[in-house]
């Protein structure tokens, strides 16, 4: 089924943030998403994630809820799904909350929106001369084509398969890098020493 996104979610931007920033430090904190937050491998990094004090208790719309889409409103997007137990982190003005309204799984709706034709599409229509910004427009006018919730859900087991093999793939890769650069050190010492 084609749809545009208007069709299938509800998109808000981020809160803007010098509008609710306490003076100092304030009773109502909260933990804001950075820019870094949203991770290239589709997952949220909380620990990138930065203290805000508001003036007064936030919306919920500016706040991150389960099953939620957030994406940068420039590219690429970096959209991430949030998940149990990643409710109630600021989304600032620079990023967008989906929160899908009809039968669509959010990563599904994550999986296209990281896709590079997605991204070429958006930018193409992105304003801005330093940095190219989506509107919320563009972004609801995107088209996209949704199949049955059965053959969503099967193919988001395998996307998520996908993403846990990449990671672990990193993961791997990052220890024989530290294996390799502890050998060298150690045979660059040997060699130092001997030289002597």
């Known amino acids: ?83 149990k137990g990643e409710e109630g982190f600021i989304i600032p003005s620079q990023m967008a909350g989906i929160t899908v309204k009809k039968e669509v799984h959010p990563e599904y709706l994550q999986y296209f929106l990281s896709l590079e034709e997605t991204n070429r599409y958006l930018l193409s229509r992105a304003s801005g001369a330093v940095m190219r910004f989506i509107s919320i427009k563009t972004l609801s006018e995107l088209v996209l084509d949704i199949p049955p919730l059965k053959q ?26 530290e294996r390799i650069r502890a050998i060298f050190e150690t045979i660059g010492r040997k060699g130092h020493l001997n030289g002597k």
Do not use: W
């Open 1 to 83: 089924m084609k749809c545009t996104m208007r069709d299938i979610a509800d998109i808000e931007i981020g809160l803007v943030l010098s509008r609710k920033k306490a003076a100092g430090e304030s009773a109502h904190n909260y933990q804001k998403l950075s820019l870094k937050s949203l991770g290239e491998d589709g997952a949220l990094d909380s620990a990138r994630n930065e203290t805000y004090f508001a003036a007064e208790p936030l919306n919920g719309h500016f706040l991150t809820r389960e099953n939620m889409v957030v994406i940068k409103l420039f590219t690429p997007l970096n959209p991430v799904v949030i998940q």
């Open 152 to 177: 969503q859900e099967q193919f988001c087991s395998l996307y998520r398969l996908h993403r846990r093999k990449k990671a672990l793939t990193k993961e791997l890769a990052a220890l024989e890098d």
